[in-house]
């Protein structure tokens, strides 16, 4: 799988939108673009995932650049309870193929 | 639906002592797998299963692990004599057979 690259770490006012950058540009053309989070002490959660489309679910929006070599994932109203580690993975969508989570971005949503 | 249910959510076991951990899937998915998760740390893959053929084992970090899925649903993760390096949280998963992974809430194990 592609090697992602993410920011440590961002802050976001709640009721703000929350814009999560990820770097893939070792992607090739059968992988997906993924993206989980994890809140402190829960199973991680998916969130939402894309090939080359932009993608839009009750959760959050995905935006994929024409070149998919970058990607942003928006949570358009940040709650308190978006406070999570997001992770981005490339990966081929098919079964058998193990999720691999790199460091990821913990973001913090303050009141 | 339901998700992903993982029992029991807490354990406290002696070294060398065995444990199993029991993972109920999504019902009507045909993939399911086992991680676990140190403190602070990433995923680490340690079996797959996918419908009836043979499980993808190559995770597992030792012979004193292993894992069976009965009747292609519920599934259980073994882990004889227990060491202490053994603690952390192990997570199941469960997908149909191309899409996202759904994730249980996961095993808090800790061997004192």
């Known amino acids: 799988d592609a090697k992602t690259t993410q920011p440590t770490s961002m802050d976001c006012a709640e009721g703000r939108a929350a814009n999560l950058p990820c770097n893939h540009s070792?992607?090739?053309?059968?992988?997906?673009v993924y993206w989980y989070r994890q809140i402190h002490s829960q199973g991680p959660q998916y969130i939402i995932h894309g090939l080359k489309n932009n993608e839009t679910n009750e959760m959050a929006s995905l935006i994929i650049t024409e070149d998919r070599k970058s990607s942003t994932l928006i949570l358009p109203h940040a709650t308190l309870r978006d406070t999570a580690v997001y992770y981005c993975?490339?990966?081929?969508?098919?079964?058998?193929?193990?999720?691999?989570f790199g460091g990821g971005t913990r973001l913090m949503v303050k009141p | 639906g339901a998700g992903v249910s993982q029992s029991p959510s807490n354990k406290v076991t002696e070294k060398g002592k065995d444990v199993e951990l029991r993972c109920d899937p999504i019902s009507g998915h045909t993939a399911l797998y086992w991680y676990r998760q140190s403190l602070g740390q990433g995923l680490e893959f340690l079996i797959y299963f996918q419908g009836n053929s043979a499980p993808d084992k190559s995770g597992l970090p030792s012979d004193r692990f292993s894992a069976e899925r009965t009747g292609g649903s519920v599934s259980t993760l073994t882990i004889q004599r227990t060491q202490q390096e053994d603690s952390a949280v192990y997570l199941c998963?469960?997908?149909?057979?191309?899409?996202?992974?759904?994730f249980g809430p996961g095993t808090r194990l800790t061997v004192t």
């Open positions: 993975i490339v990966r081929v969508n098919n079964a058998g193929n193990m999720l691999t």
């Open positions: 998963a469960s997908s149909r057979t191309l899409g996202e992974q759904y």
């Open positions: 070792t992607i090739s053309g059968n992988e997906y």
